[in-house]
């Protein structure tokens, strides 16, 4: 199940490779695990993706230490147009805003 629904943020260039950004909004209430559909019309089915969590401060304000401290977890699984990500703390619940960086190949 799906909590939202989302679009790519922001595309990054590092060399060759292209990395893009999404915010995703866990919500207010702490959590065990979320699942979120990204929009991408450059993923596939047959596409890899490799994607974490950015040590990028989210528009709620968060700080990279206390995301970092969160140790969550991404599994990415494409789909042809969309990519949902499975997000997981290391211990525990979880709540706010992540940035996620990902990598279509």
């Not at 799906?2 to 866990?26: C, F, P």
Request: glycine share 8%; no cysteine.
């Amino acid at each position: 199940m799906s909590r939202t629904q989302i679009n790519a943020t922001e595309q990054l260039k590092a060399g060759s490779a292209s990395v893009k950004t999404a915010e995703v909004n866990v919500g207010t209430a702490f959590v065990y695990d979320a699942t979120f559909q990204v929009t991408d019309s450059d993923v596939k089915a047959t596409s890899h993706v490799i994607a974490q969590v950015l040590g990028t401060s989210p528009s709620d304000g968060r700080s990279p230490q206390e995301i970092y401290l969160e140790q969550v977890s991404v599994l990415a699984t494409p789909g042809d147009g969309v990519i949902r990500f499975d997000l997981q703390p290391k211990r525990g619940k979880f709540q706010g805003r992540f940035v996620i960086g990902y990598q279509i190949a």
